[in-house]
């Protein structure tokens, strides 16, 4: 059965996609530790990370960044943390997360009853601040 990232790709479940190219797209989750937590995903179900040709590695990282730099411009957090944890989804995907201490890269913190408008206004503002960087690949 294909992953709910490759189902949210494919239009068959709704999704907070904010970035989308050839290769993969980037989203934001519906189970997020801070506002702005996005996750950037291949479009090629690869289960673990360290199967994934060096290519798609490179791209993915490359991405991270662009979404990383609107991410900090959107929610001026210290940093953006990365996480690459896999377990709940078996479908290679890298969280970046909005951080102002290690605490807030603490998964027991999701907040798993996410309100719909707040993901909807982070989506906005992320989407806003990968326009005002240049970024084409800004999906919605």
Same mark, same amino acid.
């Given at each position: 059965?294909?992953?709910?990232?490759?189902?949210?790709?494919?239009?068959?479940?709704?999704?907070?996609? *904010?970035? @989308?190219?050839?290769?993969?797209?980037?989203?934001?989750?519906?189970? !997020?530790?801070?506002? +702005?937590? &996005?996750? =950037?995903?291949?479009?090629?179900?690869?289960?673990?990370?360290?199967?994934?040709?060096?290519?798609?590695?490179?791209?993915?990282?490359? *991405?991270? @960044?662009?979404?990383?730099?609107?991410?900090?411009?959107?929610?001026? !957090?210290?940093?953006? +943390?990365? &996480?690459? =944890?896999?377990?709940?989804?078996?479908?290679?995907?890298?969280?970046?997360?909005?951080?102002?201490?290690?605490?807030?890269?603490?998964?027991?913190? @999701?907040?798993?009853?996410?309100?719909?408008?707040?993901?909807?206004?982070?989506?906005?503002?992320?989407? &806003?601040?990968?326009?005002?960087?240049?970024?084409?690949?800004?999906?919605?």
């Amino acid at each position: 059965m294909a992953s709910v990232f490759t189902q949210i790709m494919a239009g068959q479940i709704p999704g907070r996609v *904010v970035w @989308q190219d050839s290769v993969c797209v980037a989203l934001l989750t519906n189970r !997020p530790i801070r506002p +702005g937590h &996005a996750l =950037v995903v291949p479009r090629q179900e690869i289960d673990h990370w360290i199967d994934m040709p060096a290519e798609l590695t490179e791209h993915l990282f490359r *991405v991270s @960044q662009a979404v990383g730099k609107a991410i900090q411009h959107a929610f001026t !957090p210290t940093k953006v +943390g990365v &996480a690459i =944890v896999g377990l709940e989804v078996k479908h290679t995907h890298i969280h970046l997360v909005p951080i102002d201490g290690p605490e807030d890269l603490d998964f027991s913190r @999701q907040d798993m009853n996410a309100k719909a408008e707040d993901l909807d206004r982070a989506a906005v503002r992320l989407r &806003a601040s990968l326009r005002k960087l240049g970024y084409a690949e800004v999906a919605g």
